[in-house]
């Protein structure tokens, strides 16, 4: 298709939360005008011939920072590149960090939709994580966001925390539907090494919650959000009907996306490749070129199974005629070793149209994707 996305990230935050391992740090002023300005020399320096249907700011907590700096980048993009009136563009913000006045200067920029990471309703939940605000917060905040005009919201949610028990998640299931965001993200907890709760963990200092316990509260919370009028699109993500994130659609659906920032990824001319993520580099470097890593030139065959794996992220699965019109073949064909391998695992199942998982495979998603590798 003659379009693609824009990923931009902005790496600062307050504080880092002890499950974080995106690229993320607390910087000061003077350095972050620094960043701004090498952000701005990158997005002036890279042209593409495409329309932009969705624009991504994420981080880090882009809400951090000075808002004249999100300004700023929203208009250098709308000078570089052709953007869609119709552009869904999304910019993360966390409880703590906000204000009227930002949100507002988000507003006027042209930004359409905010995610909050909220995590939990839960205190002493978001206190263990690291999380920089309580839930009375994040209501102010999502008040704030309501008042200034904002129509398409939504709210992070985690599950599956050390010590979290069902009735605390469900508590912030029914917390957040009460408030009627259009969509709700809902995560597990996957403990990365390096972080401060993977030590905690490895320290024996805290305990995940096992397996059963952690399926039981997935297919709860399914329940409970497909009960309240949410369609369940992809693993983590439930929308009222019409809200689904175009951005992260496109990723699934293996559309173009160009990144911006430090450790930002791109997906360009079937080819994978991202910016250092060393904040040094990047800020004192004299050619992009020289801080970028491909990291994949995707042969026919390399894209097609890339299509299938990430593709069975959708609830809806891969639909057999798209996978048909975009590599002219037939997947069950092309793929007929793998799918009966899968089907008979019963992790898989095939319809008129479509490749999806079943139940099974859902509880298995990470295993079903490492088959396609």
Known sequence: MNR??????????????????????????????????????????????????????????????DS?????????????????????????????????EKLLDYKNSGINRISIGLQSTENRLLELIGR????????????????????????????????QTNKELINSLNNVISLKPNHISIYSLIL?????????????????????????????????????????????????????????????????????????????????????????EYINSKNFKDIVEIHEEQTKEEKAKEFMMIGLRKIDGISISEFERKFRINPLFYFRFEINKLTNDGLIEVDLDNIKLTKKGLDLANLVFEEFI
């Open 132 to 163: 920089i605000h309580t839930y009375e917060q994040f209501l102010d905040t999502y008040n704030l966001v309501k008042e200034v005009g904002f129509k398409n919201i939504n709210v992070d949610l985690m599950l599956a925390l050390p010590t």
């Open 4 to 65: 693609f996305g824009i990923y931009v990230h902005i790496p600062f935050c307050k504080k880092k939360c002890k499950y974080c391992d995106f690229v993320s740090f607390f910087c000061d002023e003077q350095n972050q005008e620094k960043y701004f300005e090498k952000l701005t020399q990158e997005i002036n320096l890279k042209k593409i011939n495409k329309k932009v249907n969705t624009i991504y700011i994420g981080g880090g907590t882009p809400s951090f920072v």
């Open 68 to 100: 004249k700096y999100i300004v700023n980048i929203i208009n250098v993009l709308k000078n570089n590149f052709n953007i869609d009136e119709s552009s869904e563009i999304t910019i993360e913000i966390n409880p703590g960090t906000i204000t009227k």
């Open 192 to 280: 990365e090494e390096e972080t401060e709760l993977y030590k905690k963990v490895q320290n024996k200092e805290l305990e995940l919650l096992d397996d059963e316990l952690e399926r039981k509260m997935y297919w709860q919370t399914k329940k409970i959000l497909e009960k309240n009028g949410y369609i369940h699109y992809e693993i983590s993500n439930f929308a009222k009907k019409g809200f689904e994130s175009k951005h992260n659609l496109d990723c699934w659906n293996q559309e173009e996306y160009l990144g911006f920032g430090l450790s930002s990824h791109s997906y360009i001319d079937n080819k994978r490749f991202s910016n250092t993520s060393n904040f040094n």
